[in-house]
């Protein structure tokens, strides 16, 4: 890694964590990218505080010290998860061609920018390879003989793509109604859980009530049949759950996890396609009980007004 030498923008997607923003900046500033993007959430109106937090967060990167453009895209007023991460990379894909782009709260391990790096130049003319993901939740099971293998989902804690890519992102996704009656969700997952999981998920993303924009890139890659490059290694450690998240605001098995570096020169597949057994764990392990838990929420909910 010492001769490595970052060529690649990185993005850095922030809100109101100087915590968290602190630490994974600090691992930005050590890979030294010669142009760093940087995209900020305004306050929240009535939140006390928040303003404050929002200036602080936004403060650290002037302490990028290293030979670098900085290029900012802060927004004065809130706009919510989902409409200001999606404009936020709208905006990244507009200045560059391809980018690594880490959230406020994702750590990476120092050779996550050089796997990305590698990645990005292996796969950027291949349509069928959407993003590359430095996050792998299959805790220690080796997926294929590769460094890296294929998963049709998109895991966004730490990831990399093209403006190729991101050009066919449709945030609201328009076609759903369409996939969903004809049957697209049960052909493409087997597993009943997930279905639910997904039927919910993007029923929610269409009426607008979910305020979120992975789901609409998910949305894109299962439609355009892409698939993401996942490393047989976890090179990502979400430091953000807990109650100041948006999202994640329960302490599960995915919060703070262990990453190891990846080895080079990297082994790669011998074949672009989907891992099946490495989906069947995600699905099968984390969607379809997270489709259970999430109902049992709603279920707790309503009995809670019932009660009152």
Same mark, same amino acid.
């Given at each position: 890694?010492? *001769?490595?030498?970052?060529?690649?923008?990185?993005?850095?997607?922030?809100?109101?964590?100087?915590?968290?923003?602190?630490?994974?900046?600090?691992?930005?500033?050590?890979?030294?990218?010669?142009?760093?993007?940087?995209?900020? =959430?305004?306050?929240?109106?009535?939140?006390?505080?928040?303003?404050?937090?929002?200036?602080?967060?936004?403060?650290?990167?002037?302490?990028? *010290?290293? =030979?670098?453009?900085?290029?900012?895209?802060?927004?004065?007023?809130? %706009?919510?998860?989902?409409?200001?991460?999606?404009?936020?990379? *709208?905006?990244?894909?507009?200045?560059?061609?391809?980018?690594?782009?880490?959230?406020? =709260?994702?750590?990476?391990?120092?050779?996550?920018?050089?796997?990305?790096?590698?990645?990005?130049?292996?796969?950027?003319?291949?349509?069928?390879?959407?993003?590359?993901?430095?996050?792998?939740?299959?805790?220690?099971?080796?997926?294929?003989?590769?460094?890296?293998?294929?998963?049709?989902?998109?895991?966004?804690?730490?990831?990399?793509?093209?403006?190729?890519?991101?050009?066919?992102?449709?945030?609201?996704?328009?076609?759903?109604?369409?996939?969903?009656?004809?049957?697209?969700?049960?052909?493409?997952?087997?597993?009943?859980?997930?279905?639910?999981?997904?039927?919910?998920?993007?029923?929610?993303?269409?009426?607008?009530?979910? *305020?979120?924009? =992975?789901?609409?890139?998910?949305?894109?890659?299962?439609?355009?049949? %892409?698939?993401?490059?996942?490393?047989?290694?976890?090179?990502?450690?979400?430091?953000?759950?807990?109650?100041?998240?948006?999202?994640?605001?329960?302490?599960?098995?995915?919060?703070?996890?262990?990453?190891?570096?990846?080895?080079?020169?990297?082994?790669?597949?011998?074949?672009?396609?989907?891992?099946?057994?490495?989906?069947?764990?995600?699905?099968?392990?984390?969607?379809?009980?997270?489709?259970?838990?999430?109902?049992?929420?709603?279920?707790?909910?309503?009995?809670?007004?019932?009660?009152?």
């Amino acid at each position: 890694m010492a *001769d490595f030498q970052l060529t690649t923008p990185v993005a850095l997607l922030i809100f109101n964590r100087p915590d968290t923003t602190e630490r994974v900046f600090r691992e930005i500033a050590k890979a030294k990218p010669p142009k760093l993007l940087v995209v900020a =959430d305004g306050p929240r109106a009535n939140r006390a505080g928040e303003y404050e937090k929002c200036q602080q967060t936004r403060a650290i990167i002037q302490k990028a *010290d290293w =030979d670098c453009e900085v290029i900012t895209n802060f927004s004065e007023n809130n %706009m919510g998860c989902k409409l200001r991460v999606a404009s936020g990379i *709208d905006w990244i894909f507009e200045q560059v061609e391809e980018a690594i782009i880490l959230e406020d =709260d994702c750590l990476p391990e120092p050779s996550f920018f050089r796997f990305c790096e590698e990645m990005l130049e292996r796969y950027r003319h291949n349509d069928r390879v959407s993003m590359i993901s430095g996050g792998n939740l299959q805790f220690g099971r080796q997926r294929g003989g590769g460094s890296y293998y294929f998963s049709r989902y998109t895991h966004i804690w730490g990831w990399a793509s093209w403006r190729r890519a991101w050009q066919h992102y449709d945030r609201d996704i328009k076609q759903w109604p369409q996939f969903r009656d004809e049957g697209w969700i049960e052909v493409l997952f087997p597993n009943k859980g997930e279905q639910e999981y997904w039927r919910n998920s993007f029923e929610m993303v269409y009426d607008g009530s979910l *305020d979120t924009w =992975d789901c609409s890139w998910t949305f894109t890659a299962l439609l355009r049949g %892409m698939l993401q490059v996942v490393p047989n290694v976890n090179l990502i450690s979400n430091i953000g759950f807990g109650p100041e998240a948006t999202h994640t605001h329960e302490v599960g098995i995915h919060a703070n996890m262990p990453t190891q570096p990846i080895a080079f020169p990297l082994a790669h597949p011998n074949f672009v396609l989907q891992d099946p057994e490495g989906d069947r764990f995600i699905s099968e392990d984390q969607i379809a009980p997270s489709f259970v838990k999430r109902q049992l929420r709603k279920i707790n909910k309503q009995f809670s007004r019932l009660i009152k």
